[in-house]
């Protein structure tokens, strides 16, 4: 059975869509970032890099959200496509999502909430990123239903994970400036899916408050200086 490494970010999310879809048995092994766990001994024996989400099937252990996606959709040769065309279509987009809207929607959040302190630029800098990646796949999504086309992949799972935290850079407008995005977002509400893994999520309860142990648990290369 499958191990998932697990805390309700936006990365772990998107792994958690992909094993609602394939229905496979699994074990949910919460770590709670907030208090530090992602740095015990024991979790960076599965990731190195202390960061979740991770699995662990059988006797393979993978670690990175998109590895896992691809990882698993692979293994079970479904929700990747098998034309080539498609398949480096759904390539592309997944990337995009990893290299584009991921890291810069997570240095916004960064500096819009879990800096001690306002910088103007930085804010400026990643919240503009985000936004111009968002107008990027509004304007795919206006011209296809799902990123690869017509078939729903791991890369709309990609898609989702950041784009239900939409509103923790946007603020009340959430995914208003988009509607092609917001659209591609009902329709994955509706799948039993994605509410099962959301209701996953509601079933965990992790530490909330960003106290002094957290920063140094989730910024800990701050404490150098």
Known sequence: ??????????????????????????????????????????????????????????????????????????KHRVFVPEDGVAYASMLSWLQLVATGLSPFSGQAIHFLHYAPEQLPYAINRYVKEVARHYAVLDERLGQVRYLSGDSYTIADMALWGWAASAGYVFGADGLAAYPHVQRFMDDMAARPAVQRALDMKAAHTFKADLDEQSRKAMFPQNEDA
């Not at 772990?12 to 869509?17: E, H, L, Y």
């Open 1 to 74: 059975m499958i191990e998932f490494y697990f805390h309700a970010t936006p990365n772990s999310m998107k792994v958690a869509v992909l094993l609602q879809e394939l229905q496979l048995p699994f074990t949910l092994k919460p770590i709670d970032i907030f208090k530090g766990e992602q740095h015990a001994d024991a979790f960076t024996a599965i990731n190195p890099n202390a960061k979740v989400p991770a699995i662990v099937d059988g006797d393979v252990t993978v670690f990175d959200s998109h590895a896992i996606l691809l990882y698993l959709a692979g």
